[in-house]
């Protein structure tokens, strides 16, 4: 589970991994090019298509690993108190680290590198020995705040479910280490355009987790349940989490040292560096401990409503239903949005660096108006084949079809979320770009209050078996104001968002969308009518609306001159074997 990979969190640096990498050259651009120009859309497409193929990697073998999970565990309460604890050390590393690498230190290495390629270099060193240094300490005293942790996100655990949470929070803590080496090096290797490592290491760790998850179901007799797990079950899960995690990081060194980057440990800051760190950290840190309550608020009732399920026989209707759905709901996001982002960022801040803001504003552009390609789509299919992708993915082992629809329930509601959330993220980055991390904070308070209010109001006032689908739907309803707010603020500090392009390209997407919505809604109910609901009926559904749906998707596309359509198939087509 990478770093924002829970709802409520936004996604901080991916985690990084080892094999091929993409090193694109920054060309030179004038001052005033146009959106369009060299370095536009298709320099983007281009340093983004490596990791979009890593990332689409990373998801399906992380999609296996979220499928096994759930056949091994269940969605039920052992699942609930994996997922919750297996989540503690992603909330640490973010509170502590996981905004700031992404707002402060890719845009300070950037400048200083900028300013002198020699005084970059052991800058970047300097601040790797602080986040060794930091995380060390952030694990050994997450280790011993296990129980605090539980009582926090776990709602109304108690009795064998909360003695097992807290054992795993204890066990799963070591792996903020990890996780914070591994981003960390994926934050230097970003700024050094080497971005297709960070993209694929994830897979080694689900293949892990994948064997690991295998295992139990071998060793597992019957359904095991908080009471009955075993000391060896305990073990296998826990040795096989920290594990992926372990070798996860273990495999980005050499990418490393392929990019120059030889660590040595010094400490030796210069008059005014670790102020400047603290500045911009401060109000990183106030927004991830602002969007940190939200979650807390919003896992503890999705586990209440677990906990009141159960005793009113209703079924798993938690927080492990909530988390699976959350996990394919940032699929399309991970692949395309992740992508585009992370080789945005260093060009938007050396834009931002040198006073090009209407630069920065293309970039923007640019970029959500690529992610909306995959993004609207992804939304349109997820909203009507959520059962055929919940059976398929999830109706396994100690999961049944009952199960998978109420995964499907809460994926419905928070497929309305995609593009807002996608635009929220990119927003983000713009200001990160411009060093500015204390309006995200303000923003974020907007968003965190709409979260908690939704999901109380959901509590209060829905019956439990619907609760985390209106949790769900609060998430959506969270993510459209923080746009809203990203976009009037940007607005005015980007002397204008090329509105009239961007209203243009999603006028033309939304047209395209609905052939691809009315083909996967008609396949949908002649398979159900026919077939009705099942493993089978289900692929044969969700395989034949998706491929004729999202063709439909592209030839409608095409014929509406969708500019960036046309710019992702010819940059598809060219790395294809046999084209230029």
């Not at 096989?240 to 030796?268: C, E, K, N, V, Y």
């Not at 109706?395 to 994926?411: R, Y």
Request: glycine letters at 12%.
């Amino acid at each position: 589970m990478p770093p924002g990979a829970f709802p409520g969190v936004a996604p901080g640096a991916g985690a990084p991994e080892a094999t091929a990498e993409l090193e694109t050259p920054q060309t030179p651009m004038p001052e005033g090019g146009g959106g369009e120009r060299r370095g536009g859309v298709t320099g983007v497409l281009r340093s983004s298509a490596i990791m979009a193929l890593g990332t689409l990697a990373s998801r399906i073998t992380g999609f296996l690993r979220t499928a096994m999970l759930v056949a091994a565990l269940g969605t039920g309460a052992l699942a609930d108190a994996y997922n919750t604890a297996n989540t503690v050390p992603f909330i640490i590393y973010d509170l502590l680290l996981g905004g700031i690498l992404t707002a402060v230190v890719v845009p300070l290495i950037v400048r200083a590198r900028e300013q002198d390629p020699e005084y970059g270099a052991r800058y970047e060193q300097r601040l790797f020995t602080l986040a060794i240094a930091g995380l060390a300490t952030m694990t050994a005293a997450a280790v011993l705040l296990g129980p605090v942790f539980i009582t926090i996100y776990g709602g109304a655990m108690e009795g064998a479910q909360r003695d097992l949470a807290v054992l795993f929070a204890r066990l799963f803590a070591v792996q903020i280490f990890f996780l914070g080496v591994s981003a960390f090096s994926g934050a230097i290797l970003n700024t050094r355009k080497r971005f297709g490592a960070p993209m694929w290491a994830p897979v080694l760790n689900n293949i892990v987790i994948c064997a690991t998850a295998a295992t139990f179901l071998v060793v597992a007799s019957g359904r095991v349940t908080p009471e009955s797990i075993s000391n060896g079950q305990v073990a296998l899960l826990a040795a096989g989490t920290i594990g992926g995690m372990t070798l996860q990081t273990l495999a980005l060194w050499p990418s490393l040292r392929g990019s120059g980057f030889r660590w040595r440990p010094r400490l030796d800051f210069k008059k005014g560096e670790l102020g400047r760190i603290g500045r911009m950290a401060v109000w990183t840190l106030t927004y991830v401990v602002i969007t940190q309550i939200g979650f807390a608020v919003t896992t503890r009732l999705a586990n209440a409503a677990g906990v009141l399920g159960r005793k009113d026989g209703l079924g798993d209707v938690g927080y492990t239903p909530y988390f699976n759905a959350y996990q394919l709901f940032q699929l399309p996001y991970a692949i395309i949005g992740v992508s585009v982002i992370t080789a945005l960022l260093p060009r938007m801040s050396e834009h931002a660096a040198g006073g090009r803001m209407r630069d920065v504003r293309d970039d923007f552009s640019n970029g959500l108006r690529l992610c909306s390609v995959v993004i609207l789509p992804a939304a349109g299919l997820m909203g009507v084949l959520a059962s055929e992708i919940a059976v398929v993915l999830f109706a396994h082992g100690q999961t049944t079809v009952a199960n998978a629809q109420v995964i499907a329930d809460v994926l419905r509601m928070f497929a309305v979320a995609l593009v807002p959330f996608a635009a929220y993220q990119l927003m983000l980055r713009v200001f990160y770009a411009m060093q500015d991390t204390r309006t995200p904070a303000f923003i974020s308070v907007g968003v965190v209050v709409t979260n908690i209010v939704m999901a109380l109001l959901s509590y209060a006032l829905l019956p439990t078996d619907k609760i985390i689908v209106g949790i769900a739907g609060g998430f959506a309803v969270a993510q459209t104001v923080g746009a809203a707010l990203g976009w009037l603020v940007l607005r005015r500090r980007l002397g204008g968002m090329d509105g009239r392009r961007i209203f243009v390209a999603y006028l033309k997407l939304v047209v395209a969308l609905w052939p691809l919505i009315g083909f996967a809604y008609a396949t949908h109910a002649v398979v159900n009518a026919a077939l009705g609901t099942g493993l089978d009926s289900g692929l044969l559904a969700l395989v034949a609306g998706s491929a004729g749906g999202g063709l439909l998707y592209l030839v409608f596309a095409r014929m509406m001159r969708v500019e960036e359509i046309g710019s992702m198939l010819s940059t598809v087509t060219r790395r294809l074997p046999g084209r230029g």
